[in-house]
Protein backbone atom coordinates (compact mmCIF):
# COMPACT_ATOMS: atom_id res chain seq x y z
CA UNK A 1 0.00 0.00 0.00
CA UNK A 2 3.03 2.58 0.61
CA UNK A 3 4.69 2.00 -2.03
CA UNK A 4 1.96 1.84 -4.38
CA UNK A 5 1.01 5.24 -2.99
CA UNK A 6 4.85 6.68 -3.16
CA UNK A 7 4.90 5.08 -6.75
CA UNK A 8 1.80 6.91 -7.76
CA UNK A 9 2.85 10.28 -6.60
CA UNK A 10 5.72 9.88 -8.06
CA UNK A 11 4.27 9.29 -11.33
CA UNK A 12 2.71 12.54 -10.91
CA UNK A 13 5.82 14.71 -10.38
CA UNK A 14 8.43 13.12 -12.91
CA UNK A 15 8.52 14.13 -16.02
CA UNK A 16 7.43 12.07 -18.90
CA UNK A 17 9.07 11.03 -21.45
CA UNK A 18 9.64 12.88 -24.26
CA UNK A 19 11.22 11.55 -27.84
CA UNK A 20 13.08 14.22 -29.40
CA UNK A 21 13.37 13.62 -33.16
CA UNK A 22 15.77 16.49 -33.78
CA UNK A 23 17.31 19.95 -32.65
CA UNK A 24 14.67 21.70 -30.02
CA UNK A 25 13.52 25.01 -31.53
CA UNK A 26 14.02 27.80 -29.02
CA UNK A 27 11.16 30.43 -29.07
CA UNK A 28 10.05 32.86 -26.48
CA UNK A 29 8.33 30.71 -24.49
CA UNK A 30 11.20 27.88 -24.53
CA UNK A 31 13.67 30.25 -23.81
CA UNK A 32 11.33 30.86 -20.83
CA UNK A 33 10.85 27.56 -19.64
CA UNK A 34 14.99 27.40 -19.79
CA UNK A 35 15.74 30.21 -17.82
CA UNK A 36 12.93 29.79 -15.13
CA UNK A 37 14.66 26.06 -14.99
CA UNK A 38 18.24 27.46 -14.42
CA UNK A 39 16.79 29.96 -11.51
CA UNK A 40 15.56 26.99 -9.84
CA UNK A 41 18.04 24.86 -9.70
CA UNK A 42 20.62 27.84 -9.14
CA UNK A 43 18.64 28.46 -6.17
CA UNK A 44 18.83 25.07 -4.59
CA UNK A 45 22.43 24.80 -5.85
CA UNK A 46 23.92 27.38 -3.04
CA UNK A 47 22.66 25.63 0.22
CA UNK A 48 24.12 21.80 -1.26
CA UNK A 49 27.59 23.98 -2.67
CA UNK A 50 28.20 25.39 1.09
CA UNK A 51 27.36 22.53 2.50
CA UNK A 52 29.29 19.71 0.93
CA UNK A 53 32.28 22.99 1.21
CA UNK A 54 31.59 22.16 4.58
CA UNK A 55 31.89 18.76 4.38
CA UNK A 56 35.31 18.72 2.55
CA UNK A 57 36.67 21.39 5.33
CA UNK A 58 37.27 24.43 2.47
CA UNK A 59 35.69 28.01 2.70
CA UNK A 60 32.11 28.23 1.58
CA UNK A 61 33.05 30.25 -2.03
CA UNK A 62 35.60 27.00 -2.84
CA UNK A 63 32.39 24.98 -3.38
CA UNK A 64 29.94 28.06 -5.08
CA UNK A 65 32.99 28.77 -7.67
CA UNK A 66 33.25 24.84 -8.08
CA UNK A 67 29.51 24.65 -8.97
CA UNK A 68 29.56 27.68 -11.21
CA UNK A 69 32.28 26.55 -12.85
CA UNK A 70 31.69 23.02 -13.06
CA UNK A 71 27.85 23.78 -14.06
CA UNK A 72 28.98 26.39 -16.78
CA UNK A 73 31.43 23.80 -18.84
CA UNK A 74 29.71 20.81 -19.26
CA UNK A 75 26.69 22.56 -19.82
CA UNK A 76 28.66 24.10 -22.62
CA UNK A 77 30.21 20.60 -23.99
CA UNK A 78 28.73 17.91 -21.88
CA UNK A 79 27.24 14.59 -23.29
CA UNK A 80 23.71 15.38 -22.57
CA UNK A 81 22.13 18.41 -22.29
CA UNK A 82 20.00 19.11 -19.49
CA UNK A 83 22.35 17.57 -17.19
CA UNK A 84 23.83 19.72 -14.23
CA UNK A 85 27.28 19.19 -12.29
CA UNK A 86 28.63 20.89 -9.25
CA UNK A 87 30.15 20.17 -5.80
CA UNK A 88 28.73 16.91 -4.94
CA UNK A 89 28.72 15.13 -1.49
CA UNK A 90 30.61 11.92 -2.81
CA UNK A 91 33.35 14.00 -4.06
CA UNK A 92 33.74 16.07 -0.51
CA UNK A 93 34.07 12.85 1.62
CA UNK A 94 36.91 11.87 0.09
CA UNK A 95 38.63 15.46 0.12
CA UNK A 96 38.08 15.99 3.68
CA UNK A 97 41.04 14.18 4.45
CA UNK A 98 43.36 15.33 2.28
CA UNK A 99 42.25 18.88 3.12
CA UNK A 100 43.14 18.18 7.07
CA UNK A 101 46.23 16.68 6.14
CA UNK A 102 47.84 18.68 3.44
CA UNK A 103 45.95 21.63 3.10
CA UNK A 104 43.73 23.27 0.29
CA UNK A 105 46.38 24.28 -2.45
CA UNK A 106 46.95 20.06 -2.31
CA UNK A 107 42.88 19.66 -2.90
CA UNK A 108 43.60 22.26 -5.80
CA UNK A 109 46.14 20.47 -7.56
CA UNK A 110 44.74 17.13 -6.92
CA UNK A 111 41.75 18.33 -8.60
CA UNK A 112 43.64 19.58 -11.80
CA UNK A 113 45.10 15.95 -12.03
CA UNK A 114 41.80 14.53 -11.79
CA UNK A 115 40.20 16.54 -14.48
CA UNK A 116 43.33 15.50 -16.54
CA UNK A 117 42.53 11.82 -15.98
CA UNK A 118 39.08 12.38 -16.53
CA UNK A 119 39.99 13.81 -20.20
CA UNK A 120 42.42 10.76 -20.51
CA UNK A 121 39.26 8.34 -20.25
CA UNK A 122 37.50 9.96 -22.45
CA UNK A 123 40.13 10.23 -25.14
CA UNK A 124 40.17 6.75 -25.14
CA UNK A 125 36.95 6.52 -24.58
CA UNK A 126 36.42 4.44 -21.19
CA UNK A 127 33.09 6.33 -21.24
CA UNK A 128 31.44 3.29 -23.01
CA UNK A 129 31.95 0.74 -20.56
CA UNK A 130 29.38 2.16 -18.69
CA UNK A 131 26.54 0.12 -20.72
CA UNK A 132 28.46 -3.07 -18.61
CA UNK A 133 25.89 -1.87 -15.86
CA UNK A 134 23.05 -4.28 -15.27
CA UNK A 135 20.13 -2.55 -15.06
CA UNK A 136 19.56 -3.78 -11.38
CA UNK A 137 22.91 -1.81 -10.45
CA UNK A 138 20.73 1.18 -12.03
CA UNK A 139 18.28 0.86 -9.70
CA UNK A 140 20.21 0.39 -6.94
CA UNK A 141 22.19 3.26 -7.68
CA UNK A 142 19.19 5.73 -7.98
CA UNK A 143 17.87 4.12 -4.56
CA UNK A 144 20.66 4.61 -2.65
CA UNK A 145 21.20 7.84 -3.95
CA UNK A 146 17.72 9.21 -3.36
CA UNK A 147 18.11 7.87 0.44
CA UNK A 148 21.29 10.11 0.68
CA UNK A 149 20.15 13.01 -0.56
CA UNK A 150 17.54 12.46 1.87
CA UNK A 151 19.61 11.67 4.68
CA UNK A 152 21.57 15.11 3.84
CA UNK A 153 18.64 17.42 4.07
CA UNK A 154 17.76 16.23 7.41
CA UNK A 155 21.07 18.60 8.96
CA UNK A 156 18.78 22.01 8.06
CA UNK A 157 16.75 20.21 11.17
CA UNK A 158 19.54 21.31 13.60
CA UNK A 159 21.07 23.73 15.33
CA UNK A 160 24.43 22.21 15.79
CA UNK A 161 26.53 19.34 13.18
CA UNK A 162 27.25 15.92 14.71
CA UNK A 163 30.68 16.19 16.10
CA UNK A 164 33.32 14.75 13.55
CA UNK A 165 34.72 11.53 13.67
CA UNK A 166 37.53 9.47 11.73
CA UNK A 167 34.73 6.89 9.99
CA UNK A 168 31.57 8.57 9.91
CA UNK A 169 28.13 6.25 9.19
CA UNK A 170 25.52 7.40 7.18
CA UNK A 171 23.45 8.20 9.93
CA UNK A 172 26.04 10.11 11.98
CA UNK A 173 24.62 13.34 11.10
CA UNK A 174 21.56 12.21 13.27
CA UNK A 175 24.19 12.75 16.13
CA UNK A 176 23.71 16.97 16.15
CA UNK A 177 21.96 18.83 18.09
CA UNK A 178 18.10 19.28 16.99
CA UNK A 179 16.06 22.18 17.12
CA UNK A 180 13.82 22.80 20.04
CA UNK A 181 10.56 21.59 19.33
CA UNK A 182 8.30 24.76 18.82
CA UNK A 183 10.96 25.67 15.58
CA UNK A 184 11.00 22.14 14.09
CA UNK A 185 7.28 22.05 13.93
CA UNK A 186 7.15 24.96 11.99
CA UNK A 187 10.35 23.99 10.08
CA UNK A 188 8.33 20.42 9.31
CA UNK A 189 5.03 22.39 8.53
CA UNK A 190 7.22 25.10 5.30
CA UNK A 191 8.30 22.20 3.93
CA UNK A 192 5.55 20.43 3.95
CA UNK A 193 3.57 23.49 2.46
CA UNK A 194 6.83 23.23 -0.07
CA UNK A 195 6.27 20.05 -1.14
CA UNK A 196 2.04 20.85 -1.59
CA UNK A 197 2.89 23.81 -3.76
CA UNK A 198 5.19 22.01 -6.30
CA UNK A 199 2.56 19.02 -6.23
CA UNK A 200 -0.23 21.17 -6.70
CA UNK A 201 1.47 23.97 -8.93
CA UNK A 202 1.10 22.01 -12.56
CA UNK A 203 -2.90 21.48 -11.69
CA UNK A 204 -2.64 25.16 -11.87
CA UNK A 205 -0.59 26.45 -14.33
CA UNK A 206 2.56 25.14 -16.17
CA UNK A 207 3.83 28.78 -16.73
CA UNK A 208 6.34 28.71 -14.01
CA UNK A 209 8.47 25.51 -12.62
CA UNK A 210 6.88 24.10 -9.71
CA UNK A 211 9.72 23.88 -7.48
CA UNK A 212 10.30 27.63 -8.19
CA UNK A 213 7.00 28.81 -7.36
CA UNK A 214 7.61 26.98 -3.78
CA UNK A 215 10.89 28.42 -2.97
CA UNK A 216 8.95 31.59 -3.89
CA UNK A 217 5.47 31.20 -2.02
CA UNK A 218 7.40 29.79 1.12
CA UNK A 219 9.66 32.77 1.03
CA UNK A 220 7.42 35.64 0.45
CA UNK A 221 5.22 33.83 3.81
CA UNK A 222 8.15 33.17 5.87
CA UNK A 223 9.75 37.35 4.98
CA UNK A 224 6.23 38.58 5.10
CA UNK A 225 5.21 36.98 8.38
CA UNK A 226 8.86 37.78 9.67
CA UNK A 227 8.79 33.32 10.66
CA UNK A 228 11.79 32.81 12.68
CA UNK A 229 13.40 29.91 10.95
CA UNK A 230 16.96 29.53 9.57
CA UNK A 231 17.83 30.76 6.55
CA UNK A 232 20.61 30.09 3.41
CA UNK A 233 22.66 33.34 5.68
CA UNK A 234 22.75 31.18 8.52
CA UNK A 235 24.88 28.56 6.56
CA UNK A 236 27.22 31.34 5.74
CA UNK A 237 27.73 34.07 3.51
CA UNK A 238 27.32 33.66 -0.27
CA UNK A 239 28.98 37.07 -1.10
CA UNK A 240 32.19 37.02 -3.25
CA UNK A 241 34.08 38.14 -6.18
CA UNK A 242 34.95 36.62 -10.01
CA UNK A 243 36.84 33.69 -9.18
CA UNK A 244 40.65 34.38 -10.11
CA UNK A 245 43.52 32.38 -11.58
CA UNK A 246 45.43 30.72 -9.03
CA UNK A 247 47.97 28.18 -9.75
CA UNK A 248 48.11 25.73 -6.96
CA UNK A 249 50.64 26.68 -4.58
CA UNK A 250 52.34 22.76 -4.01
CA UNK A 251 55.94 21.47 -4.37
CA UNK A 252 56.56 20.61 -8.10
CA UNK A 253 58.04 17.31 -7.22
CA UNK A 254 57.48 13.48 -7.20
CA UNK A 255 56.46 13.91 -3.35
CA UNK A 256 53.89 15.58 -4.02
CA UNK A 257 52.48 13.62 -7.30
CA UNK A 258 52.41 10.53 -4.94
CA UNK A 259 50.64 12.30 -2.38
CA UNK A 260 47.97 13.87 -5.14
CA UNK A 261 47.46 10.95 -7.54
CA UNK A 262 45.97 8.11 -5.22
CA UNK A 263 43.18 11.23 -4.08
CA UNK A 264 43.20 12.28 -8.11
CA UNK A 265 42.06 8.58 -9.22
CA UNK A 266 39.93 7.72 -6.76
CA UNK A 267 38.17 10.99 -7.48
CA UNK A 268 38.45 10.80 -11.57
CA UNK A 269 36.65 7.37 -10.96
CA UNK A 270 33.92 8.55 -8.66
CA UNK A 271 33.49 11.72 -10.37
CA UNK A 272 32.91 9.66 -13.72
CA UNK A 273 31.01 7.32 -12.25
CA UNK A 274 28.15 9.28 -11.03
CA UNK A 275 28.39 11.47 -13.69
CA UNK A 276 27.81 8.79 -16.30
CA UNK A 277 25.08 6.95 -14.64
CA UNK A 278 23.06 10.29 -14.56
CA UNK A 279 23.69 10.84 -17.74
CA UNK A 280 21.94 7.03 -18.59
CA UNK A 281 18.90 8.17 -16.04
CA UNK A 282 18.90 11.57 -17.99
CA UNK A 283 19.05 10.33 -21.13
CA UNK A 284 16.08 7.33 -20.11
CA UNK A 285 14.28 10.21 -19.21
CA UNK A 286 14.70 12.26 -22.47
CA UNK A 287 14.92 8.74 -24.97
CA UNK A 288 18.01 10.33 -26.15
CA UNK A 289 20.96 7.72 -25.99
CA UNK A 290 25.38 8.13 -26.57
CA UNK A 291 27.72 10.48 -25.36
CA UNK A 292 29.22 9.32 -22.49
CA UNK A 293 33.14 10.00 -23.97
CA UNK A 294 32.14 13.25 -24.43
CA UNK A 295 30.67 13.32 -20.70
CA UNK A 296 34.36 12.38 -19.27
CA UNK A 297 35.97 14.50 -21.65
CA UNK A 298 33.67 17.73 -20.42
CA UNK A 299 33.85 16.79 -17.03
CA UNK A 300 38.06 16.51 -16.87
CA UNK A 301 38.17 19.84 -18.76
CA UNK A 302 35.76 21.58 -16.29
CA UNK A 303 37.67 20.20 -13.12
CA UNK A 304 41.18 21.14 -14.62
CA UNK A 305 39.83 24.39 -15.10
CA UNK A 306 38.26 24.12 -11.93
CA UNK A 307 41.10 23.52 -9.81
CA UNK A 308 43.00 26.53 -11.71
CA UNK A 309 40.50 29.07 -10.09
CA UNK A 310 40.05 28.01 -6.12
CA UNK A 311 37.09 25.63 -6.67
CA UNK A 312 37.04 22.24 -5.19
CA UNK A 313 35.60 20.28 -8.10
CA UNK A 314 32.75 18.16 -9.09
CA UNK A 315 30.46 15.99 -10.73
CA UNK A 316 26.99 15.30 -12.20
CA UNK A 317 24.21 16.34 -9.81
CA UNK A 318 21.31 13.57 -9.87
CA UNK A 319 19.37 15.27 -8.13
CA UNK A 320 19.67 18.86 -9.23
CA UNK A 321 19.86 17.28 -12.68
CA UNK A 322 15.86 15.88 -11.51
CA UNK A 323 14.89 19.25 -10.48
CA UNK A 324 16.07 20.63 -13.86
CA UNK A 325 14.21 18.52 -16.25
CA UNK A 326 10.98 17.93 -13.90
CA UNK A 327 11.37 22.09 -14.28
CA UNK A 328 11.30 21.47 -18.51
CA UNK A 329 14.60 21.95 -19.01
CA UNK A 330 15.61 20.32 -22.10
CA UNK A 331 18.22 22.33 -23.57
CA UNK A 332 21.94 23.39 -22.44
CA UNK A 333 20.90 26.89 -22.28
CA UNK A 334 19.11 25.59 -18.55
CA UNK A 335 22.38 24.90 -17.66
CA UNK A 336 24.11 27.66 -18.68
CA UNK A 337 21.64 29.99 -17.07
CA UNK A 338 22.03 27.84 -14.12
CA UNK A 339 25.62 28.58 -13.41
CA UNK A 340 25.36 32.07 -14.26
CA UNK A 341 22.28 32.64 -11.89
CA UNK A 342 25.26 31.42 -9.40
CA UNK A 343 27.58 33.56 -10.44
CA UNK A 344 24.65 36.65 -10.05
CA UNK A 345 24.66 35.31 -6.45
CA UNK A 346 27.50 35.25 -5.77
CA UNK A 347 28.34 38.46 -7.03
CA UNK A 348 25.27 40.78 -7.19
CA UNK A 349 22.53 39.08 -5.09
CA UNK A 350 23.67 37.95 -2.51
CA UNK A 351 21.60 39.56 0.44
CA UNK A 352 17.76 38.51 -1.54
CA UNK A 353 19.51 34.60 -1.67
CA UNK A 354 20.86 34.88 2.16
CA UNK A 355 17.10 35.65 3.15
CA UNK A 356 15.58 32.49 1.36
CA UNK A 357 14.23 30.07 3.98
CA UNK A 358 16.20 26.98 4.25
CA UNK A 359 12.65 25.37 4.65
CA UNK A 360 11.71 26.14 0.77
CA UNK A 361 14.79 24.16 -0.46
CA UNK A 362 14.74 21.60 1.72
CA UNK A 363 11.01 20.79 0.52
CA UNK A 364 11.96 20.85 -3.15
CA UNK A 365 15.02 18.35 -2.57
CA UNK A 366 12.59 16.29 -0.58
CA UNK A 367 10.20 16.13 -4.03
CA UNK A 368 13.18 14.86 -5.76
CA UNK A 369 14.00 12.24 -3.98
CA UNK A 370 10.43 11.01 -3.90
CA UNK A 371 10.61 11.24 -8.01
CA UNK A 372 14.21 9.89 -8.04
CA UNK A 373 13.22 6.76 -5.77
CA UNK A 374 12.57 4.19 -8.32
CA UNK A 375 9.30 3.19 -6.21
CA UNK A 376 8.58 -0.05 -8.80
CA UNK A 377 11.55 -1.76 -7.72
CA UNK A 378 9.93 -2.35 -4.40
CA UNK A 379 6.70 -4.38 -6.64
CA UNK A 380 8.97 -6.17 -8.77
CA UNK A 381 11.22 -7.65 -6.33
CA UNK A 382 8.96 -11.07 -6.38
CA UNK A 383 9.17 -11.13 -9.72
CA UNK A 384 12.46 -10.89 -10.98
CA UNK A 385 15.40 -12.93 -10.55
CA UNK A 386 16.41 -13.40 -6.96
CA UNK A 387 20.22 -12.31 -7.81
CA UNK A 388 18.96 -9.40 -9.51
CA UNK A 389 16.72 -8.63 -6.44
CA UNK A 390 19.67 -8.77 -4.02
CA UNK A 391 22.20 -6.39 -6.26
CA UNK A 392 19.50 -4.08 -6.30
CA UNK A 393 19.74 -4.30 -2.11
CA UNK A 394 23.10 -4.40 -2.08
CA UNK A 395 23.70 -1.43 -4.62
CA UNK A 396 21.65 0.43 -2.53
CA UNK A 397 22.82 -0.54 1.27
CA UNK A 398 26.14 0.13 0.17
CA UNK A 399 25.71 3.24 -1.32
CA UNK A 400 24.47 4.41 1.59
CA UNK A 401 26.93 2.94 3.95
CA UNK A 402 29.87 3.48 2.14
CA UNK A 403 30.06 5.40 -1.42
CA UNK A 404 28.51 5.12 -4.76
CA UNK A 405 31.76 3.90 -6.90
CA UNK A 406 32.24 1.07 -4.64
CA UNK A 407 28.79 0.22 -4.89
CA UNK A 408 28.42 -0.06 -8.51
CA UNK A 409 31.63 -1.93 -8.72
CA UNK A 410 30.22 -4.29 -5.90
CA UNK A 411 27.21 -4.58 -8.32
CA UNK A 412 28.81 -5.24 -11.45
CA UNK A 413 30.76 -7.43 -9.99
CA UNK A 414 28.13 -9.83 -8.58
CA UNK A 415 25.76 -9.39 -11.39
CA UNK A 416 29.04 -10.42 -13.50
CA UNK A 417 29.58 -13.71 -11.45
CA UNK A 418 25.90 -14.36 -11.44
CA UNK A 419 25.40 -14.78 -15.13
CA UNK A 420 28.94 -16.29 -15.64
CA UNK A 421 27.50 -19.16 -12.73
CA UNK A 422 24.48 -19.46 -15.39
CA UNK A 423 26.58 -19.36 -18.49
CA UNK A 424 29.11 -22.17 -17.17
CA UNK A 425 25.93 -24.72 -16.33
CA UNK A 426 24.52 -24.21 -20.01
CA UNK A 427 27.09 -26.14 -22.12
CA UNK A 428 26.41 -29.35 -24.01
CA UNK A 429 26.72 -31.41 -26.83
CA UNK A 430 24.76 -33.30 -28.99
CA UNK A 431 26.79 -36.19 -30.58
CA UNK A 432 26.39 -37.77 -34.33
CA UNK A 433 28.38 -40.92 -35.65
CA UNK A 434 29.12 -40.90 -39.39
CA UNK A 435 30.77 -43.87 -40.17
CA UNK A 436 33.64 -44.02 -38.43
CA UNK A 437 33.56 -39.93 -37.68
CA UNK A 438 31.78 -38.73 -34.18
CA UNK A 439 30.75 -35.38 -34.22
CA UNK A 440 30.12 -33.31 -31.04
CA UNK A 441 28.30 -30.02 -31.78
CA UNK A 442 28.92 -27.99 -28.85
CA UNK A 443 25.60 -25.73 -27.55
CA UNK A 444 26.97 -22.96 -25.21
CA UNK A 445 29.95 -20.67 -24.88
CA UNK A 446 33.17 -21.89 -23.90
CA UNK A 447 34.71 -19.83 -21.29
CA UNK A 448 36.49 -19.85 -18.26
CA UNK A 449 32.86 -20.95 -16.31
CA UNK A 450 31.86 -23.62 -18.77
CA UNK A 451 36.02 -24.83 -19.74
CA UNK A 452 35.43 -28.23 -16.78
CA UNK A 453 31.81 -28.56 -18.14
CA UNK A 454 33.30 -28.88 -21.76
CA UNK A 455 36.14 -31.19 -20.76
CA UNK A 456 33.72 -33.41 -19.16
CA UNK A 457 31.31 -33.94 -22.54
CA UNK A 458 33.89 -36.13 -24.29
CA UNK A 459 34.11 -40.43 -23.99
CA UNK A 460 37.83 -40.43 -25.29
CA UNK A 461 37.64 -44.11 -24.61
CA UNK A 462 34.99 -44.95 -26.41
CA UNK A 463 35.13 -42.53 -29.30
CA UNK A 464 36.26 -43.86 -32.98
CA UNK A 465 39.50 -42.80 -34.04
CA UNK A 466 38.58 -39.41 -35.39
CA UNK A 467 36.36 -36.72 -33.62
CA UNK A 468 35.24 -33.31 -34.69
CA UNK A 469 33.89 -30.55 -32.20
CA UNK A 470 31.63 -28.50 -34.02
CA UNK A 471 31.16 -24.86 -32.77
CA UNK A 472 28.35 -24.00 -34.76
CA UNK A 473 26.35 -23.28 -31.57
CA UNK A 474 29.13 -22.28 -29.16
CA UNK A 475 31.93 -19.54 -29.26
CA UNK A 476 35.08 -19.62 -28.09
CA UNK A 477 35.97 -17.08 -25.43
CA UNK A 478 39.21 -16.36 -23.27
CA UNK A 479 42.58 -18.58 -22.64
CA UNK A 480 40.55 -21.25 -20.10
CA UNK A 481 38.65 -22.22 -23.49
CA UNK A 482 41.81 -22.80 -25.32
CA UNK A 483 43.61 -24.79 -22.82
CA UNK A 484 40.04 -26.66 -22.18
CA UNK A 485 40.38 -27.58 -25.62
CA UNK A 486 44.08 -28.38 -26.04
CA UNK A 487 43.25 -30.60 -22.86
CA UNK A 488 40.84 -32.56 -24.45
CA UNK A 489 42.56 -32.66 -27.70
CA UNK A 490 45.65 -34.43 -25.61
CA UNK A 491 43.66 -36.76 -24.10
CA UNK A 492 42.41 -38.50 -27.84
CA UNK A 493 46.45 -38.28 -28.97
CA UNK A 494 47.21 -40.20 -25.74
CA UNK A 495 44.84 -42.56 -27.04
CA UNK A 496 45.96 -42.26 -30.33
CA UNK A 497 42.82 -40.64 -31.82
CA UNK A 498 42.82 -37.56 -33.93
CA UNK A 499 40.42 -34.02 -32.68
CA UNK A 500 39.17 -31.67 -35.14
CA UNK A 501 37.62 -28.22 -34.93
CA UNK A 502 34.66 -27.00 -37.20
CA UNK A 503 32.80 -24.15 -38.06
CA UNK A 504 34.83 -22.05 -35.70
CA UNK A 505 33.63 -18.17 -36.37
CA UNK A 506 36.33 -15.74 -37.35
CA UNK A 507 36.94 -14.23 -33.81
CA UNK A 508 37.41 -17.80 -32.44
CA UNK A 509 39.25 -18.57 -36.02
CA UNK A 510 41.42 -15.53 -34.84
CA UNK A 511 41.62 -16.06 -31.04
CA UNK A 512 42.82 -19.82 -31.61
CA UNK A 513 45.11 -19.05 -34.71
CA UNK A 514 46.86 -16.13 -32.64
CA UNK A 515 47.63 -18.99 -29.80
CA UNK A 516 49.27 -21.33 -32.32
CA UNK A 517 46.27 -24.02 -31.61
CA UNK A 518 45.54 -24.48 -35.71
CA UNK A 519 46.88 -26.81 -37.76
CA UNK A 520 45.67 -24.91 -40.71
CA UNK A 521 45.92 -21.16 -41.65
CA UNK A 522 42.73 -20.41 -43.24
CA UNK A 523 39.66 -19.05 -42.88
CA UNK A 524 36.26 -20.43 -42.24
CA UNK A 525 33.52 -19.67 -44.47
CA UNK A 526 31.60 -16.92 -42.32
CA UNK A 527 28.14 -18.53 -43.89
CA UNK A 528 29.02 -21.90 -43.03
CA UNK A 529 28.98 -23.22 -46.39
CA UNK A 530 32.02 -24.64 -46.39
CA UNK A 531 33.33 -26.41 -42.61
CA UNK A 532 36.81 -26.31 -42.32
CA UNK A 533 37.83 -29.06 -40.04
CA UNK A 534 41.23 -27.87 -38.06
CA UNK A 535 43.84 -29.70 -36.04
CA UNK A 536 44.72 -28.68 -32.79
CA UNK A 537 48.75 -28.49 -32.08
CA UNK A 538 49.70 -29.32 -27.73
CA UNK A 539 52.26 -27.95 -26.14
CA UNK A 540 51.27 -24.32 -27.06
CA UNK A 541 49.87 -22.93 -23.63
CA UNK A 542 51.12 -25.34 -21.35
CA UNK A 543 50.23 -27.88 -18.90
CA UNK A 544 50.71 -25.40 -15.87
CA UNK A 545 48.22 -24.84 -13.72
Request: net charge negative; aromatic share 8%; proline share 5%.
Amino acid sequence: MISSTFSALADRITIPARRRSGPMTFNVPRIRTELLAGLTVALALVPEAVAFAFVAGVEPLVGLYAAFIVGLITALIGGRPGMISGATGALAVVMVALVAQHGVEYLFATVVLMGILQVLAGLFRLGKFIRLVPHPVMLGFVNGLAIVIGLAQLTQFQTAPAPPTDHPGPFHMLEGTWMEMPQLLVMLGLVGLTMLIIWGTPKITKAIPAPLAGIGIVAALVIGFGIDVPSVGDMSSIAGGLPQFHIPMVPLNLETFEIILPYAVILAAIGLIESLLTLNLVGEIKEERGGASQECVAQGVANTVTGFFGGMGGCAMIGQSMINVKSGGRTRLSGISAALFLLAFILFASPVIEVIPLAALVGVMFMVVIGTFAWHSLSIMRRIPLTDALVIVLVTVVTVWHDLAVAVVVGVIVSALSYAWKASRRIDAETETIGTTKVYKIEGPLFFGSAEGFAELFTVKDDPDTVIVDFVDSRVVDQSALQAIEGVAAKYEAAGKTLQLRHLTRDCHQLLNRAGQLMVDSDDDPDYGLAVDYGVRLGRLGSGH
